[in-house]
C-alpha cells in the first residue's frame, strides 16, 4: 500500500483545512488508516484513527470535538476534516495504514509522506 498525503497548508487560528490521503491498492477496504502528526522537538503522535468499515473512528483527547476522520473505500482515500485549529496543532501530519492497528505508530504498516499545517496565532 503506497500513500500520498495532501491538503496541508497554513491557515489562521480557528480556520479549518481538510486533509487527503490516497491510497494505492485493492486493500485499502481492509486497513485500518490512522492520522498521526509530529511537531519540531516532539515524538510522533496520534489523531485520530477510522476502522476499514468506517463503523468506528477514534480520536485523541487534544482533536475530539474539532477534527472528524472519514473514508471513502470507493476512492481509497481517508480525509481529516479539522476545524477551529489552534497554534499547538501545527505539525507535519502523516497518514498511516494497519490489520490490526489504533493508537500506537508500531501498530501501522505503511505510512505517507506527510503534509505541513501550521496554524498562525
Known amino acids: 500500500v503506497q500513500l500520498q498525503a495532501s491538503g496541508g497548508g497554513l491557515v489562521q487560528a480557528g480556520g479549518s483545512l481538510r486533509l487527503s490521503c490516497a491510497a494505492s491498492?485493492?486493500?485499502?477496504?481492509?486497513?485500518?488508516m490512522g492520522w498521526f502528526r509530529q511537531a519540531p522537538g516532539k515524538e510522533r503522535e496520534f489523531v485520530a484513527a477510522?476502522?476499514?468499515?468506517?463503523?468506528?473512528?477514534y480520536y485523541a483527547d487534544s482533536v475530539k470535538g474539532r477534527f472528524t476522520i472519514s473514508r471513502d473505500n470507493a476512492k481509497n482515500t481517508v480525509y481529516l476534516q479539522m476545524n477551529s485549529l489552534k497554534p499547538e496543532d501545527t505539525a507535519v501530519y502523516y497518514c498511516?495504514?494497519?490489520?490490526?492497528?489504533?493508537?500506537?505508530?508500531?501498530?501501522?504498516?505503511?505510512w505517507g509522506q506527510g503534509t505541513q499545517v501550521t496554524v498562525s496565532s
Open positions: 477510522i476502522i476499514s468499515s468506517g463503523s468506528s473512528t
Open positions: 498511516a495504514a494497519g490489520r490490526l492497528a489504533y493508537y500506537s505508530p508500531p501498530e501501522y504498516d505503511y
Open positions: 491498492g485493492r486493500t485499502f477496504s481492509t486497513y485500518t
